[in-house]
């Protein structure tokens, strides 16, 4: 069976540091895997996606992944963090026959 | 293309009633999903349907629980005889085919007191 763990639950960081969110999967095969964001009270938002094609995958506002099969990881970063990336940010998998699977969420502060 | 649209956004409902929430996903989109979050957790999933078909359903969706989608098109979800452990954001997406991104609707929020 698929899982998706987010290895940190809160994460904060200063405006202008790098970000870093960390995620590893558990599939049998090579699954889909996404990265969402969801703002204080909107709806949950695409950030990037992997599908097997190239290995990283840039998102938009600057974010970024690198799908790592050896570590069966996925982590999510970005170069310098902005306040509007404050947010809860979701890992996800999704493996053909089966439906999306969510991590717990990782809540992103970003301080001036 | 408006995306995936959730009716309604808010509803507050009485211990034991019944309420129905509609999804309409993007067009042409064949698969259609319903999560549940509640606050402070990732979504968890609840059903999800390839057109007209409900291909599997969590182990979340009690027998009150009850989910259609007739034509292949719009989706509801019904919960019967709600408690107050139904309260949560009900969540729909949709995708135009496996292995591919999911588009997310604003929600649904039901508070049962």
């Known amino acids: 069976a698929q899982s998706v763990t987010q290895l940190d639950s809160h994460v904060s960081v200063s405006e202008g540091t790098p970000v870093l969110l960390r995620c590893n999967y558990s599939?049998?095969?090579?699954?889909?895997l996404f990265w969402y964001v969801q703002h204080p009270n909107k709806g949950l938002q695409l950030l990037l996606k992997?599908?097997?094609?190239?290995?990283l995958v840039k998102g938009i506002n600057g974010f970024e992944a690198e799908f790592k099969k050896s570590e069966t990881s996925f982590h999510l970063t970005k170069p310098s963090a902005h306040m509007s990336d404050a947010a809860e940010y979701f890992c996800v998998s999704y493996q053909a026959g089966t439906a999306l699977i969510f991590g717990k969420g990782t809540t992103l502060s970003v301080s001036s | 293309d408006t995306g995936v649209s959730q009716d309604p956004r808010h509803k507050i409902t009485k211990r034991g009633q019944n309420v129905t929430f509609r999804c309409d996903p993007i067009?042409?989109?064949?698969?259609l999903y319903w999560y549940r979050q509640t606050l402070g957790q990732g979504p968890e999933f609840l059903t999800y349907f390839q057109n007209e078909a409900q291909l599997e359903k969590s182990r979340l969706l009690s027998d009150r629980f009850s989910a259609e989608r007739p034509k292949g098109s719009f989706s509801t979800l019904e919960i019967q005889r709600t408690e107050q452990g139904d309260s949560a954001m009900y969540l729909c997406a949709s995708s135009l085919q496996i292995n591919t991104e999911a588009f997310f609707g604003q929600g649904t929020r039901l508070t049962v007191v």
């Open positions: 067009s042409e989109h064949n698969r």
């Open positions: 992997y599908t097997s094609a190239a290995t």
């Open positions: 599939s049998s095969y090579s699954p889909s």
